[in-house]
């Protein structure tokens, strides 16, 4: 399998059979977060250690984040804090994503 044969590295992903992306934060935007997840991807970028890069890919709608700190974003950001359906959540390094920016 060759990413030039692929229009993008997520198209070579889910061709793969894969279900989650984990790019690294840097080489991802708010388009190529819209466009995985438009083919069954979860996208969980690596490696977010600044609460500015953690409130960012959250706003982008990331499914989660790998961090080297599981702590929030921000304190006092519900946003971090909620989990599916809007229920509260423990804080992990993962309780962050789309669910989270449904959020009120």
Not at 18 to 26: F, Y
Not at 51 to 66: C, E, K, Q, S, T
């Amino acid at each position: 399998m060759l990413r030039r044969d692929h229009a993008s590295v997520a198209h070579m992903v889910k061709a793969a059979g894969g279900t989650v992306w984990a790019p690294h934060q840097a080489s991802l935007d708010a388009d190529a977060v819209k466009r995985a997840q438009q083919l069954g991807l979860q996208v969980i970028p690596w490696t977010v250690n600044e609460p500015a890069d953690m409130r960012r890919l959250i706003d982008w709608g990331v499914d989660g984040i790998i961090s080297d700190y599981p702590r929030p974003p921000a304190r006092g950001d519900a946003r971090a804090r909620t989990g599916p359906a809007g229920r509260r959540s423990p804080l992990s390094p993962m309780a962050v994503g789309r669910a989270a920016k449904s959020a009120p």
